[in-house]
């Protein structure tokens, strides 16, 4: 049976009451609540109450970070001898509002700043050595990287060895050695000092910055109220963990992208049809997409003017010609996913403990989307490649599931596989000759540190409550938990022994309106998205247990609705 139809697991930690009881005590909260919190780590009073109440005040010390104050000297050192500074990005979005914020806040303190985000089709990732060239040809000084830069050791070198001073800041995983920069500021290092390792790129920059302007005695709050719109967007683009640092920065970042001053983000929420406050579902499914899609279908740079631009009519411009690049992203994506669902189906590559597929005339900028697909579709490991046939190489991205780490699985390798990133996504390249060489090892490798009950589809439910529970009064205050997203999820729930009432079609078949009465007698609306098929067979008035995310919904007047995940008929 392909995984996809393997029935899910329904995972659940055991509770514990006595902590749930103390937060409850202590902080005033609804049982639901205090559960949650458990849940999700924050068990004493002292620690729940910090999480549900993020301050600015809460962010770490600036120079704590590894090299800050070789960073700062190199920087104002830069500023004061009138030096250009080349600051170089990345083309997603964690890379381009970390050169964003640095291009803005360096221009702001009296900097002479060139700023660069690569072109993925003609550079690649991270740093090619023509942005060493072209830095060079301008007559930079210091070479300043954001979102990239720890593992380009040789461009460092390259950049040192024609005068530029060179100040790495990245937030990727580091291999055996640093690069040989006059400053390395990475949270990962070893000997880091920083409370909190999770930043994203745009998280380095905006601390480091946040540390020049108390240096500078600048106002640092009005420091936060420029800048937070841009970390937040990185931070929650680039799916980082939404605890410690990145929840004050997601929780503070989102307020300010909703009266952001930027023109350019003004114009881009008005094209997504983002109105009033934000969640993070307005970055990750409106925003993020479209910025990402100019790297992906052409030039990052692109994305980085709307950040800067300041003219309103320029800005609406290049927001519709980032729209443009979205929807043909979009019927791309689809085209590539259905090869390569074809080629795993053909060839049965549902069977293996790695998914590897290839083809010379897939897009390098999407190939990772695709890899995002057949892992939801398949919960495998996925490697997607391009191969470049005049090169002979095979390119690719690859994306994973919880207890395999595809950055190891390819530095495993290094005679083979050269490439880098995050433990659930990764580059990564290799000769086109070695591509059922690389597809062995990748599967060896996988046999090695997973389990048969990896590969079943799990979902983590946090709780198993009784149908009556969830009032609105507790819905506004599970609401203290967001911002939502990776390492804070919302909220998913167990109920069992309810009525299925009612089961009403909607226009889209793959989708249905539900009806359901809890054994105390009260009513609760349910919707199953792409679950239309599956309740197609359950017959009404049946008694199904669920598992389901609980909603506010605005929409025809304000009412809690469940979203159903999952179901079992008892």
Known sequence: MPPSLAPARWVQIDRDPIAEANLCRELGIPGIVAALLVQRGFSTPEVADRFLNPSLDHLHNPSLLPDYAEARDEILGAIERKDLIFVHGDYDVDGVTSAATLHRFLKSIGANVHTHVPHRMKEGYGINHSAVDIAKEMGAKLFLTCDCGISAHDRVEAAKAVGMRVVVTDHHSIGDTLPEAHAVVNPHRKDSQYPFSELSGAGVVFKLCAGLARDLKHPVDKFYRAFLDLAALGTVADVMPLHDEN???????????ADTQKIGLSALKELSGIKGALRTYDIGFKLAPRLNAVGRMDDSGLALRLLLEKDL????????????????????????????????????LYERSVIAVAHPEWHAGIVGLVAG??????????????VDEARGLCKGSARSIPNFSVVDAIRAYPDFIEGGGHAMAAGCSFAASDFERVEHLLNEYADSVLTPEDFVMAYQADLEIEGSELTMETMEQIARLEPFGES?????LVCRGMNLAGINPTRNPTHVQLSLRAASGQAV????????????????????????????EEFNGRRVKWHVKDFLTV
Do not use: H
Request: include cysteine; proline fraction near 5%; hydrophobic fraction near 40%.
């Open 247 to 257: 929840r004050i920065i997601a929780k503070f970042g989102l307020e300010r992208l």
């Open 313 to 348: 009519l320029t800005a609406q411009k290049l927001a519709n010609e980032i729209e443009q690049f979205n929807l043909d992203r979009r019927d791309e994506q689809q085209r590539m996913i259905d090869q390569a669902v074809e080629m795993v189906e053909e060839k049965r």
């Open 488 to 492: 804070n999820p919302e909220p998913i």
């Open 373 to 386: 697909r057949l892992v939801e579709r398949y919960n495998r490991p996925s490697f997607c490649f391009i």
């Open 525 to 552: 609306q349910a919707v199953g998205f792409n679950l239309g098929s599956r309740f197609a067979e359950s017959l009404p008035g049946s008694t199904i247990d669920l598992l389901f995310q609980p909603k506010i």
